[in-house]
Structure formats: structure tokens, C-alpha cells
């Protein structure tokens, strides 16, 4: 499975678009980005994923780039508890498995 | 009810004794999945299994076992403990379909003295 790079930490303002970048150069074509939160010590929860186009939910918005490099997670208006450790995972097509890095730790301030 | 329940929450227990984490699931789903969280650190698999008849060690699964009683029921056994056990336990399942999420439990806190 491909690796990712996240940043270690950021800071976003309440009620700002907080934007989470994450690097996976080594994806292949069939390979898909994941999108998981964690919120302090809680069970990871499922975010979003895609492919290849921009995908969105109620929670998230997940912008790829057309050569699927890199991709950004965007809380549209970041809430205080939206604070949690953000982890984008690639996920292979052999097995099954997700493999959590060690994430981006956001910090929503007032 | 959560859609995967795991028991204990928290346990405490000495070195060298055996004990069993337990998960069940509500979800239907037929792969589960057992990872641990050290502080600070992000989730490693230590167990997973694809069906009953399937199970698969993961990256660090020295020191554990598992048993997958069902399609359902899916328990992480330590045969006996030691301190650097103490960990975060989490387990969770999905569906066969790779574009599925993961759905994890609470987990369990386990503390090795």
C-alpha cells in the first residue's frame, strides 16, 4: 500500500474551512484515499474517501488532484469539536487493510 | 447498542496472567479486525480476519491470538501479559467490498502491571 505524509499538527479557527493536505505520491491506480478521524481516545471515525474525483458528504469535502499525488480534506466550518487527529490512509487492492500513519493533529481555537 | 461493543472497557491485570478482549458486531459485516494504539502513535493491525474459516496476523502479532467464535464475534487473547502490552485495544470490522469504511469499537484500555 502506498504511504501518505500528513503534516504533524495545525490550528484552525472556529467556524474557518480548515484544510488538511496529504501527500501520497507512490499511489497506484487503483488505490483508494481514506479519510479517518480520531477524537481523543476514541475508536477512529470513517470521514470520506475517492478516487479519482472530489467527493463530498455532510462531513467533509475530499479535493484530489488529477494526477491522485495528493489530496485535502476540508471541514467546511470547523467546529471546536472537530479537534482530533486526522488520518489519510491508502488503501491497496491487495487485502484489505488499513494502515494509520501518525496523522495530523487539529487543533479547532475559538 | 453500538454497532461493535467491546468488552472490557478498561481492565487492569498483572504480568503473566491470560486475558481475553472481546468484540461483537451488529453491522452484519464479515471482516474484522483488531488494532492497538501506544500513546501519542497511530493505529497498528494486530489480527484480522476475513471470514470464520480466515485469520491473517498482522504487523505485530507476537504476543497475541485471536479466535473469530462466529461471523459476529471476533476475541484478541493475550496468553501472558507483559508491561509493554499496555495499550489502547481496538477492534473493527468491514464489509468485503474495499470501498467500505472501517467501523471501529470504543476500545479497550488495557493496563499490564
Known amino acids: 500500500d502506498a504511504k501518505t505524509t500528513q503534516p504533524t499538527s495545525m490550528d484552525c479557527a472556529e467556524g474557518r474551512a480548515a484544510n488538511l493536505p496529504c501527500n501520497h505520491s507512490?499511489?497506484?491506480?487503483?488505490?483508494?484515499v481514506y479519510w479517518y478521524r480520531q477524537i481523543h481516545s476514541q475508536g477512529p471515525q470513517y470521514i470520506i474517501h475517492?478516487?479519482?474525483n472530489n467527493e463530498t458528504n455532510e462531513m467533509a469535502s475530499l479535493i484530489i488532484t488529477e494526477d491522485r499525488k495528493s489530496s485535502t480534506l476540508i471541514l467546511p466550518h470547523a467546529t471546536l469539536r472537530d479537534t482530533a487527529v486526522y488520518y489519510c490512509?491508502?488503501?491497496?487492492?491487495?487485502?484489505?487493510?488499513?494502515?494509520f500513519g501518525g496523522g495530523t493533529r487539529v487543533l479547532v481555537k475559538p | 447498542d453500538a454497532d461493535v461493543t467491546q468488552t472490557p472497557r478498561n481492565r487492569i491485570t498483572k504480568t503473566g496472567k491470560r486475558i481475553m478482549l472481546e468484540c461483537s458486531q451488529t453491522?452484519?459485516?464479515?471482516?474484522m479486525y483488531w488494532y492497538r494504539q501506544d500513546p501519542g502513535l497511530g493505529l497498528r493491525l494486530i489480527y484480522y480476519?476475513?471470514?470464520?474459516?480466515?485469520?491473517n496476523k498482522g504487523e505485530i502479532s507476537d504476543g497475541y491470538s485471536v479466535s473469530r467464535q462466529a461471523q459476529a464475534k471476533f476475541s484478541l487473547s493475550l496468553e501472558s501479559a507483559i508491561p509493554n502490552q499496555t495499550a489502547l485495544y481496538f477492534c473493527?470490522?468491514?464489509?468485503?467490498?474495499?470501498?467500505?469504511?472501517?467501523?471501529f469499537g470504543s476500545g479497550t484500555r488495557l493496563t499490564v502491571v
Open positions: 473493527a470490522t468491514s464489509d468485503s467490498d474495499r470501498r467500505s469504511g472501517y467501523t
Open positions: 507512490t499511489i497506484s491506480g487503483n488505490e483508494y
Open positions: 475517492g478516487l479519482k
Open positions: 490512509i491508502v488503501r491497496g487492492a491487495a487485502g484489505n487493510k488499513l494502515t
Open positions: 453491522k452484519g459485516h464479515d471482516r
Open positions: 480476519s476475513f471470514d470464520v474459516k480466515d485469520i
